[in-house]
């Protein structure tokens, strides 16, 4: 197989939960989309370079992370157009729909790297030492971000108001 095609498989494999992951951090489907978009072209940029990379994982939550602060820092991430078009009616959502959709927005009231740190650790199911390489903080840090984001979520979730 060439480059091209290695690039391809990874990136197939990958993709499911790089949306996840990426959903998670921007709070938003679309704006997920996007982010993985992003991440993907970096990395295909320098694919030639990082494909035999050891933990090749690791790198690409890098590239989307960073892709994810790069966005939180310019302006145009604040500007919303609209609310989105009315589509067809739909049927109320289960349970479990609406259990995440709580929490993702209890997800989105936290810290850039609170809401970080949860989802690379519980969404992408990323070990602490891995996380802290990601984000270029300590182990420690993790872990304390971890506790006080999971603390923030509980009591954000047992109040029962949501911003």
């Known amino acids: 197989m060439n480059d091209d095609d290695n690039f391809v498989a990874y990136v197939t494999g990958r993709l ?7 959903t998670q ?25 990082v494909a035999d990379t050891e933990n090749l994982d690791a790198y690409v939550y890098k590239i989307l992370l960073r ?11 604040s500007v919303r157009l609209g609310p989105l078009p009315p589509g067809p009616e739909q049927p ?10 709580l929490l ?12 970080a740190v949860l989802v690379l650790r519980f969404l ?5 030492d891995e996380v802290a390489e990601i984000l270029g903080i300590s182990a420690g840090t993790v872990k304390s ?3 006080d ?15």
Not at 67 to 77: G, K, P
Not at 92 to 101: F, H
Not at 124 to 128: E, G, W
């Open 16 to 22: 499911p939960v790089l949306r996840r992951v990426a």
């Open 25 to 49: 951090l921007a709070g938003d489907a679309h704006r997920g989309d996007d982010l993985v978009q992003q991440a993907i072209t970096r990395l295909y940029t320098h694919w030639r370079r």
């Open 67 to 77: 892709v994810f602060l790069d966005e939180r820092r310019l302006r145009w991430a």
């Open 92 to 101: 109320a959502p289960t349970p479990d729909v609406e259990q995440r959709m």
């Open 104 to 115: 993702r927005d209890a997800l989105a009231t936290l810290p850039t790297r609170q809401r």
């Open 124 to 128: 992408a199911d990323r070990p602490v």
């Open 145 to 147: 971000q971890t506790h």
């Open 149 to 163: 984001g999971l603390g923030a979520l509980r009591r954000l979730l047992d109040s029962g108001v949501m911003p």
